[in-house]
Structures are given as structure tokens and as C-alpha cells.
């Protein structure tokens, strides 16, 4: 232990710190991606709650169709985006390769190609709504089509950046197995 102000050892000027050893580059690279990644999978999981209440609102009938409107077909595949969520979540606390893979290829599938599905789907209503100002849908007296878009901008963001950082903990990842076999 040292202090600034107390006694120092003998000998030394106290730039002898070159000498100590440092946590490698790829654990801390880990550790801070592996955070960024924790908090992508909270936001996806508060989207894909929202997306789920929206369908289990409208398929139960627990509220008017006026207050919260019937979901969009791409909203059914989007539910099963919660198979990539899972996948990287159980990847990260033993930093499994394989499950970081499956996370990022069903992103693709079950996360990213519903909304690119959807945005096409809801374009014609969202021409309608900014032409001419009529709206058929609403949840909660907002344009349903609006409100949508919305979600679908914020996880379009989430999943690209899911998928970024998770390709950089796939490379951290790597590398440091790569060394420790050669060791």
C-alpha cells in the first residue's frame, strides 16, 4: 500500500510501476462489451414487452379496439425475438461462443426481418395517415401507424447495435481462446 504523502521505500522514486502486471486488453474489452450488451438486452426486452402487451391486449379483447388497435401481422414473428434475447443472455455470464452465434443469427431472423417486414406493411397506411390526415388505428387516441414506427426506429437501433457489439465480444471472445491455445 502507498500514500501520497506517507513514507516511501527506500530506493525508489515511485516510477517503478512499469513492472506491475495489467488486466490483457481482451478481458477488459470483454467486460466493458459484455455491458453494453446487458443494457441492448434490457431495451429489447422493454420493447418486446410492449409489443407483447399490444398483442395480448388486442387477442384477449381486454380493451376496446378503439383504445388499443388490432397488431400488425409482423408484430407475431417479432414475439419470437425473444429467442435471440434469451440466447445472448445465457451466452454472457460463462462466455459461450456458440449461444453469442445463435443470438446473432435468429437477431436476423426473428428480430430485424419482422420490422423490415413491417415498416413495408404499415408504409401504405403511413402514406394515408401524412396525405390525407386519416388514421384507422390508434392506441391510446395516437395513430397506431405513428406509434409503431416509433417502436420500430428505436429497435432497429437496439438490434444493430446488439449485433455490433455482439460481433466485438465474438472477436474478444476468440482471441482469447486463439492465445490460450497457443500457450
Same mark, same amino acid.
Given at each position: @500500500? ?5 513514507? *516511501?521505500?527506500?530506493? !525508489? ?15 477488459? @474489452? ?6 453494453? $450488451?446487458?443494457? %441492448? ?14 398483442? !395480448? $391486449? ?35 455470464? &460463462? ?8 443470438? @446473432? ?14 415498416? @413495408? ?6 402514406? %394515408? ?7 384507422? *388505428? ?7 401507424? !405513428? $406509434? ?18 455482439? &460481433?466485438? %465480444? %465474438? ?5 482469447? !481462446? ?6
Amino acid at each position: @500500500m502507498t500514500s501520497r504523502g506517507g513514507p *516511501r521505500a527506500a530506493g !525508489t522514486d515511485g516510477s517503478d510501476f512499469k513492472h506491475r502486471e495489467k488486466v490483457a486488453s481482451h478481458y477488459q @474489452m470483454s467486460a466493458s462489451l459484455k455491458s453494453e $450488451v446487458r443494457k %441492448l438486452n434490457f431495451v429489447h426486452l422493454l420493447i418486446w414487452l410492449l409489443v407483447a402487451a399490444q398483442v !395480448t $391486449v388486442s387477442h384477449f379483447n381486454l380493451v376496446s379496439h378503439d383504445t388499443v388497435s388490432a397488431p400488425y401481422q409482423w408484430e407475431y414473428p417479432y414475439l419470437l425475438s425473444f429467442l435471440p434475447l434469451f440466447s445472448s443472455s445465457v451466452s454472457l455470464p &460463462k462466455n459461450n461462443i456458440s449461444y453469442l452465434v445463435i443470438s @446473432m443469427i435468429s437477431s436476423g431472423l426473428f428480430s430485424v426481418a419482422p420490422l423490415i417486414y413491417g415498416s @413495408m406493411e404499415m408504409f401504405p397506411v403511413a402514406q %394515408l395517415l401524412y396525405r390525407h390526415g386519416k388514421a384507422y *388505428r390508434f392506441i391510446f387516441g395516437f395513430s397506431a401507424v !405513428t $406509434v409503431m414506427y416509433l417502436v420500430m426506429v428505436v429497435a432497429v437501433q437496439v438490434h444493430a447495435w446488439q449485433i455490433y457489439y455482439s &460481433k466485438k %465480444l %465474438l472477436d474478444s471472445w476468440f482471441n482469447a !481462446t486463439q492465445e490460450k491455445k497457443k500457450k
